[in-house]
C-alpha cells in the first residue's frame, strides 16, 4: 500500500480556505473556546453511556446540537443524534461521527477529577473528547458565520464499542440517506491519520451432542470436546498472508463437566482479522469449513453412534465489523492531510484502525478517522485520563478537512 501524499490540488484548496476570513474566524473560535469546550467534555463524560443505553446522553447532545444553531436535529431509530446544517443543497453530504457509548457499565462512578491539566474519568477521552471536539467544530462554523455549499451531518453514534459492533454506523448507512463523506472523530491524538478499516469477523462455534460415560459409552459416543481438538488441529497451521496482515485466534474454549464423562458440548469464539475483505472472507470459509470437518471426522470415527448421538455444529456470528482500505488519492484522507499542513501538524503515522469509520471505508465511501486534541491514556480503564494539551487542534483539523469537503458556499467541494 503506498503512503498517501498530499496532492498539490489540496494544498492549492487548503490555502484558499485558510486565507477566508470567515474561516479565520472559526480556527480562532476553536482555540478561544478550549476552556469551554472542556467543560462539555466533563459533562459529557459525567452522563453515564454504556453500550445498548446511550439515550440520556443521546439527548444532551441533540439538545447542545440545537442550542449551538442547528434546527433540524433527530434520533433515528437506532439510537443515534444526526444534526444536519445545511448548504447550498447543491453540494455534497458529509458526516462528522463521534460514539456515544462508552465501555463502562451503568453504575460506574463517572464523576471527573481535575489535577493540573489532567482530567481523570472512564471515558473522558475514549469518546466525551469527540463529542467535544463534534460540537465545537459546529460552534465554530456557527459563530464564524462559515456557509458550506454542501451539507454537513454532526452525528453522535451508538453502539461503537464491542459488542455494539458498530450498529449505529452500521444504521447511518443503510441507505435511508445519502452521505458522501464520513469522519469519525475517535482516539486524540491529532498526528495520526486512520485511513482504513481493519475488519473483524468473530464467530461462536459450538460442537454439540449427547455425551456419556467415559467408560460405559465408549465406542458408541463421539465426543464434543475430542471434535473441538480436532477442529484445533485442523486451524493451528493455516498460513496467512502479512500483507494485508491477517489474523486469527481461538480466544475463548469451554465445555466438558467432568473427567468421566464423554463431553456433550464444546464452544469456542474465534476472531478473525484483515484490512482486506476478500482476504477475511476467505479464511473465514476455511475456518468454518474446518469446523464442520471436524464434526465429520469425530463422527465418523465412532461408526457405531446412532443418530441421535452425532455431533452437529452450531454456528452463530458474534461480530462483524467491516474492513476496506481507502486509497491514497481519497478526498477524506487527502483533505486530512491538506488540514494537517495548514496548521503545520506532521503527519507521525497513516494506519487503519477499527473504528465507526469501518462501514462507509467497507462501502468505498471516502472515510477517514482522526484525532480530537489533547491526549488520551489508559482508555477502556477506569484510570483513564485526559491531559487537556491544545485541545483546539482536533477541532481545527476536523474544521478545515470538512470544509475541503463540501466546499464553501459556491466552490465544488472535494467530495463533489
Ligand atoms: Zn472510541
Not at 447543491?90 to 462508552?102: C, K, Q
Not at 466525551?128 to 462559515?146: D, F, I, P, T, Y
Request: proline share 5%; net charge negative.
Amino acid at each position: 500500500m503506498e503512503k498517501p501524499m498530499l496532492c498539490d490540488c489540496m494544498k492549492k484548496r487548503m490555502s484558499a480556505l485558510c486565507a477566508d476570513d470567515a474561516v479565520k474566524a472559526a480556527l480562532k473560535v476553536c482555540e478561544d473556546e478550549a476552556e469551554f469546550a472542556m467543560k462539555e467534555q466533563i459533562h459529557i463524560s459525567e452522563i453515564e453511556s454504556p453500550t445498548f443505553a446511550e439515550a440520556v446522553r443521546a439527548e444532551e447532545i441533540a439538545r447542545l446540537m440545537k442550542a449551538y444553531g442547528l434546527t433540524d436535529v433527530v434520533i433515528d431509530p437506532s439510537g443515534n443524534v444526526v444534526g444536519r446544517r445545511p448548504g447550498t443543497g447543491s453540494g455534497p453530504v458529509l458526516a462528522i461521527a463521534a460514539h456515544l457509548d462508552t465501555v463502562f457499565p451503568a453504575g460506574t462512578d463517572l464523576k471527573v477529577r481535575q489535577e493540573g491539566n489532567r482530567y481523570y474519568g472512564p471515558g473522558i477521552g475514549d469518546n466525551a473528547s469527540g463529542l467535544r471536539s463534534m460540537l465545537q467544530v459546529l460552534r465554530a462554523l456557527e459563530k464564524g458565520g462559515v456557509e458550506t455549499e454542501g451539507d454537513i451531518l454532526f452525528v453522535g453514534t451508538v453502539g461503537e464499542e464491542g459488542n455494539g459492533d458498530i450498529r449505529g454506523a452500521k444504521a447511518l448507512f443503510d441507505g435511508s440517506r445519502r452521505i458522501d463523506g464520513f469522519m469519525a472523530l475517535d482516539m486524540c491524538d491529532v498526528y495520526t491519520v486512520q485511513n482504513g478499516a481493519t475488519g473483524a469477523h468473530r464467530w461462536r462455534l459450538s460442537i454439540e451432542g449427547e455425551g456419556g460415560h467415559s467408560y460405559l459409552d465408549y465406542g458408541r459416543v463421539p465426543s464434543a470436546i475430542h471434535a473441538m481438538c480436532r477442529a484445533g488441529a485442523l486451524i493451528a497451521d493455516l498460513d496467512l498472508p502479512e500483507n494485508p496482515k491477517t489474523t486469527y485466534t481461538i480466544g475463548t474454549i469451554k465445555g466438558g463437566t467432568t473427567v468421566n464423562t464423554i463431553a456433550a458440548r464444546c464452544e469456542v469464539d474465534v476472531d478473525m482479522r484483515s484490512v482486506d475483505l476478500p482476504t477475511l472472507e476467505a479464511l473465514e470459509a476455511k475456518v468454518l469449513a474446518a469446523f464442520e470437518e471436524a464434526v465429520r471426522l469425530e463422527n465418523a470415527h465412532w461408526p457405531l453412534a446412532d443418530e441421535a448421538h452425532q455431533l452437529k455444529l452450531v454456528k452463530t456470528q458474534i461480530g462483524n465489523r467491516p474492513a476496506g482500505m481507502r486509497p491514497a488519492d481519497c478526498p477524506a484522507v487527502q483533505s486530512v492531510l491538506g488540514a494537517m499542513d495548514a496548521l503545520n501538524l506532521e503527519v507521525k503515522k497513516i494506519k487503519p484502525s477499527s473504528t465507526d469509520a469501518n462501514k462507509p471505508m467497507s462501502l468505498n465511501i471516502p472515510s477517514v478517522c482522526i484525532g480530537t486534541g489533547g491526549e488520551t491514556c489508559l482508555e477502556h480503564s477506569l484510570k483513564e485520563y485526559f491531559v487537556a494539551d491544545r485541545i483546539w487542534l482536533g477541532p481545527q483539523t476536523a474544521l478545515l478537512a470538512a470544509l475541503a469537503m463540501v466546499g464553501r458556499r459556491g466552490e465544488k467541494g472535494a467530495l463533489a
